[in-house]
């Protein structure tokens, strides 16, 4: 593994709030809420609009993505990403901070914080702990909206941070990346449906293995410690000074895989966008596995 410094990818809700007490606020730093629930369950946006973080803006998931490609949550264009984010106050220099609201502490945040990465921006963080703890603690809420002033913000690829479907199938000739696949083992095994899903089934991609991403996150929605994160990995014979892919559903809760990779000091974990969204309906039967009925997925 190559030593480097690496920018923080935790803040605390104890932090936060002290920045904001201190005015910290601005074109230097920028909260987000990257909150996302199941059609049918919650509503992320009117949540947002009834109380959020002061002065933190909506980060909507479904507008900054690619909506022409038909599987799930593909990454936006260079440009589409810099305008989106510029239009929250987001420059190339500003310290970025994302939450989500979801019960388990964390869900969407890692997303849009690895998107934030994979478009060439370092200085991004998550909120340890979520919404959920920063209520928990009693910190300030609002309904005010947040108007940042707009900004510039010019987004560069790093495609070794993300893999494509060629590059997948590549890969199960040369095995030169270990792949890991972050969904609750039922999903993953093929042995539980896909939720929300039309002509989706379920199983896997050939020759992954499963961390399900709740497992890195304690019971009260905090990040574990990269000692516990590190002894995760190497239950699993995930060795994490080699290549390393995260899969999942939809390339959602497998950034919780690179984040959890980059607290343990590896920061080169590529996602692979499409996921088992895409894999499914495009790879050859034989590269999907499952348990369920008929096998093969």
């Known amino acids: ?119 060439g921006h370092r200085t991004v963080s998550v909120l340890n702990g979520g919404f959920r703890n920063w209520l928990k603690e009693g910190h300030p809420v609002t309904s005010e909206p947040s108007n940042p002033e707009p900004a510039v913000f010019k987004a560069t690829l790093d495609l070794s941070l993300v893999k494509t479907y060629e590059q997948i199938l590549e890969n199960l000739q040369s095995k030169r990346f270990q792949m890991v696949d972050s969904r ?51 239950a699993k014979r995930v060795d994490l000074s080699q290549p390393l892919i995260a899969t999942c559903r939809k390339g959602v809760t497998a950034c919780h895989i690179a984040l959890a990779a980059y607290l343990c000091g590896k920061p080169d974990v590529a996602v692979y966008d499409g996921s088992w969204s895409e894999w499914f309906r495009r790879a050859p039967p034989e590269t999907r596995v499952s348990q369920g009925k008929g096998g093969k997925a």
Not at 33 to 46: I, L, M, Q
Request: net charge negative.
């Open 184 to 234: 609750a083992q039922g999903r993953y095994l093929g042995t539980e449906p896909e939720p929300d899903a039309v002509g989706l089934g379920s199983g896997h991609i050939r020759g992954s293995l499963n961390m399900p991403f709740m497992d890195f996150l304690t019971k009260e929605g905090f990040e574990k410690s990269p000692e516990e994160l590190r002894a995760m990995f190497q």
């Open 1 to 119: 593994m190559v030593h480097q410094v690496l920018y923080r990818a935790l803040v605390s809700t104890k932090w936060l709030a002290e920045s904001l007490r201190s005015g910290k606020l601005g074109p230097s730093l920028r909260v987000l809420d990257a909150s996302w629930y199941s059609p049918g369950t919650r509503e992320a946006r009117k949540e947002y609009q009834e109380r959020h973080v002061p002065g933190a803006s909506f980060f909507d998931i479904e507008e900054c993505r690619d909506t022409a490609s038909p599987y799930e949550m593909m990454l936006p264009s260079e440009e589409h990403f810099g305008n989106y984010v510029g239009r929250l106050g987001i420059s190339n220099d500003t310290h970025v901070v994302v939450y989500d609201g979801d019960d388990l502490g964390s869900f969407y945040a890692p997303r849009v914080w690895w998107m934030f990465r994979v478009f």
